[in-house]
Nanobody, 130 residues
Framework: DVQLQASGGGLVQAGGSLRLSCAVS????????IGWFRQAPGKEREGVSA????????YYADSVRGRFTVSVDRAKNAVYLQMNSLTPEDTAVYYC???????????????????????WGQGTQVTVSS
């Protein structure tokens, strides 16, 4: 049974940093697409970042590119999202999600856009104060 547990959210001032973690159990990191999504109150869910097992290809939404970094630690069965230069617009509940597949960069982008992950973790709240 695949389970994802996101953590690391909290309250931070604008300009600050947070590192989200997603612990994955019941899954072997062979072929995978793992992503971070977020949903702010009154807004639709947004794909933030993702990483594919195919050459470590990554995806970043325009709104976070250059500020966020996604990474995988296979030894720890964990995925991370390092978030720097946070702004109040980054306030949302953040979710990690996973599909067992090896996606090309183009397919990874499509996977994020339709939130096609098979497994989802519970969210972790990120609040950025101005």
């Amino acid at each position: 049974d695949v389970q994802l547990q996101a953590s690391g959210g909290g309250l931070v001032q604008a300009g600050g940093s947070l590192r989200l973690s997603c612990a994955v159990s019941g899954f072997t990191f062979g072929n995978y697409a793992i992503g971070w999504f977020r949903q702010a109150p009154g807004k639709e869910r947004e794909g933030v970042s993702a990483i594919s097992s195919r050459e470590g290809s990554t995806y970043y939404a325009d709104s976070v590119r250059g500020r966020f970094t996604v990474s995988v630690d296979r030894a720890k069965n964990a995925v991370y999202l390092q978030m720097n230069s946070l702004t109040p617009e980054d306030t949302a509940v953040y979710y990690c999600a996973l599909t067992e597949a090896e996606l090309s960069p183009w397919l990874l982008r499509q996977w994020v856009s339709v939130a096609a992950a098979r497994y989802w973790g519970q969210g972790t709240q990120v609040t950025v104060s101005s």
